[in-house]
Structure formats: C-alpha cells, structure tokens
C-alpha cells in the first residue's frame, strides 16, 4: 500500500519484510544509553524501560521510533530508526522505518537516500519500489519516480498501485492522456482500486466527458461513502448546473459527515446560485458552527442574510469576515453599502 498520498489512498502501516537467511551485522555497535529518560506518553516510556534492559535491540528502538511517530514527534522516531538501522543494517524494515521516519519529518532528502540504499541491497523488493517512487512523486521529481516505476514494471507489468502512481505522475506533469492509460490500467489490475476510479472520473470531468460519471459511480460501489466520491459527483452536477441532483450527493455527504463545515459551505454556494437564501444561510451558519474561524463561510452568511433583508445580521457576519480577513475587500465594500464605516 502506498503511505504519503493522503487525501486519494488509506495510510499503510510500516511493513515488516523479515530476512532470515540474512546474518546480522556483527561490526562494532554503537553506544548506547541506558539511561531511562520518561515522555509521560505510557507506550514510549514502556518500550523505554524495555530498552533500559535491551540496550543493543534494533527491534525495541524501531518500536519506540514507531510509537514516537503516531505521537507526531517526528525528531524522535527519527533517532530511534537511525540507531536501530546502526545496530541491524541487514533488516530492510528497518531500511523503511528510518526513511518514513525522515520524511514525516520533513527531511526528503535522506529519505530517499536511505530508501535507494536499501534499494542497492534489496533490488526486487516492490514495496520500497512503491515507497521511494510515491516520495519522488510528492517532492516533484517526476523523472526518477518514473525510472523507479518502469523498473518495477518489468518484473511485475500488471502492479496496480505502481500503475496507479504512475497515474499520478503523469497528472502532476500535465499528460493527461498517459496519466488515465495509466489509471485505467490500474483498475483492470485491480478493479477495486478506489482512487483510481475517483481520478478517472476527475480527469474525464476537467474533458468535459459524461463517462465521469461511471467511474465515479464505481467507487461508490466500492465504498457507498467515499468522501472523495461523492464530493466529485456532487460537485460534478454543481458545475452542470443540475441542483437538484447535486443537492442529492451533498445531502448524502452531510449525512456521512455532518460536521464537515466545507460540505455545508459548498451547498450553501450552490443555494445562493439557486437564490434560495434561507437555505444558503442555514448552510452558511452550520459552517461557521463547525468551523469558527471559516471566515469566508461568514462572509457568505452575511450576503444570505442581507438577502434576507436581515441587515444588522448582515453587518455582524460581514464584520466577522473583516476580523477573520477571509474575503475582507469584499465583506468592507459590503459594509459600505450598508452605511458601516469601515477602518
């Protein structure tokens, strides 16, 4: 599974690929502390205590390097991997760890570094192929994700996260006929391959083909409440100007996520289009519940109701959205229609 394309693909958790025919490193191991030193986060201080007892154990600092990551404390996990690396240099796992380690922390240079290392003694191994190819694919280099992925693709042609990726590639570089040859391959690799038929269905959207709407319609079949799914489809007969279908999928993505304050705000545009403005402003209002600070949902809020003929609403929704400087040139020039003076 792919790990860093987190809006369009699920978080994969670190592989651990064991070599047992491989021997350990026997060179000279690195100092290590035994000191313990507590966080106050109960699964570190554990594999801490555990460590104080295992100074030279790979496996327990790859632990803690991993526990330290759902923390969001990326410097740390990136300590911990280094040293179990140091102390196994043999154990591809331990390979992957330190470079996701890297990259959550924002280091993209040694991540790949340390995922081509890997890949020198390694060679065959696809899921660090996936691995390093998704990380040049998100910091922009095209042409080595693309080297890495035809290499895959000679052992394994018919890979559909690597098609997928490949997919991705392509978009990013403005082939778009390359990029769905790509997609479409994925999906007749693997037919429940999700955001494969979310991006086919985005890119025939951006042609203006109607097909769009069947690949879409695949991944809902998939998964029935898919944001990324339903959002497009709605979003697809928004931008038809067909609001009553539209206002069925957003309708189905507020009961699926009836917090979700860029759903609200979205229907509440296409309800001010509608000039339905009781309705745009209930939306607008549970926007700006959801997401206090959503000054541009305020704004909006503020032109319902002055609609509305609401004006002393008005100006306070349209002063928030001055105080929150979203859409402040619009929302001063409103409050200068209303008569408000305006720093």
């Known amino acids: 599974m792919l790990k860093y394309i987190k809006d369009l693909i699920i978080l994969s958790t670190i592989l651990i690929v064991p070599f047992a025919c491989q021997e350990a490193n026997t060179g000279e191991q690195p100092n290590v502390s035994s000191n313990i030193e507590m966080t106050g ?3 570190v201080d554990k594999i801490s205590k555990e460590i104080a007892e295992k100074p030279e154990s790979p496996e ?3 632990l803690r390097s991993d526990a330290y990551s759902k923390e969001d404390l990326y410097g740390e996990a990136v300590k911990d991997a280094e040293r179990a690396l140091k102390l196994d240099t043999t154990q591809l796992k331990y390979y992957r760890l330190l470079a996701n380690a890297y990259f959550d922390n924002e280091q993209s240079r040694p991540a790949t570094k ?3 290392r890997a890949l020198n003694i390694f060679p065959k191994d696809i899921e660090t192929i996936l691995s390093l190819s998704e990380m040049y694919l998100i910091i922009q280099q ?5 080297i890495h992925l035809d290499n895959l693709f000679k052992s394994s042609p018919q890979n559909a996260d690597g098609l997928f990726l490949k997919g991705m590639v392509m978009k990013e570089m403005g082939d778009t006929i390359q990029a769905v040859e790509n997609f479409q391959a994925a999906v007749e690799a693997d037919a429940d391959m999700l955001n494969a038929h979310v991006q086919l269905g985005t890119l025939f959207t951006a042609l203006g083909r109607s097909i769009a709407l069947r690949y879409y319609d695949n991944a809902l079949i998939i998964d029935s409440t898919n ?10 007969f928004h931008e038809q100007k067909n609001y009553d279908e539209a206002m069925v999928w957003y309708d189905k993505l507020i009961y699926h996520y009836p917090q979700n304050a860029e759903v609200q705000y979205n229907a509440g545009l296409m309800q001010m289009e509608k000039e339905d403005y009781e309705k ?3 939306l607008f209002d549970n926007a700006t519940k959801f997401e206090p600070t959503f000054g541009e949902a305020y704004y909006f809020k503020g032109e319902a109701a002055e609609n509305l003929n609401k004006k002393e ?3 306070r929704y349209y002063q928030e959205a001055v105080n929150l400087n979203e859409r402040w040139g619009w929302a001063k020039e409103a409050l200068k229609r209303l008569n408000v003076e305006v720093e």
């Open 142 to 146: 095209y042409d080595k994700a693309i």
């Open 114 to 116: 340390t995922l081509e």
């Open 227 to 236: 944001y990324d799914a339903l959002w497009k489809k709605a979003d697809y």
């Open 280 to 282: 745009a402003f209930w």
């Open 41 to 43: 986060i109960p699964t």
């Open 313 to 315: 609403e008005a100006i």
């Open 60 to 62: 327990l600092y790859a």
